[in-house]
């Protein structure tokens, strides 16, 4: 079982920047993809970005160059870096997990933050 927390979040004006962490506790497999999700209302959850601790990333098209992605391998810990905000970036944002040892590579979501862009 793994669980996440989640931090960070809130509310920012557009051009503005947030941060979002998140910490995996429990049974960590040695390969593993953490990273973030989000949805916003009536919308689809959709790929925000995603990093194997091997150091492989894969970014949301609507976030690359905006978006930064990091982890903390030693500390089980993942960030993302948010600069130059859109409103369009307003929705709840999920930090998630998945096992790529174990059979059928489990998933795990955290319960997810609100990020509101707003003038």
């Known amino acids: 079982q793994v669980q996440l927390v989640e931090s960070g979040g809130g509310l920012v004006q557009p051009g503005g920047s947030l941060r979002l962490s998140c910490a995996a506790s429990g049974t960590i497999s040695s390969v593993n993809a953490m990273g973030w999700y989000r949805q916003a209302p009536g919308k689809q959850r959709e790929l925000v970005a995603v990093?194997?601790?091997?150091?492989?990333?894969n970014y949301g098209d609507s976030v690359k160059g905006r978006f930064t992605i990091s982890r903390d391998n030693a500390k089980n810990t993942v960030n993302l870096q948010m600069n130059s905000l859109n409103v369009e970036d307003t929705a709840v944002y999920y930090c998630?997990?998945?096992?790529?040892?174990?059979?059928?590579?489990?998933?795990?979501w955290g319960q997810g933050t609100q990020v509101t862009v707003s003038s």
């Open positions: 990093m194997v601790n091997s150091g492989d990333t």
């Open positions: 998630y997990f998945r096992d790529l040892i174990k059979y059928g590579r489990p998933q795990t």
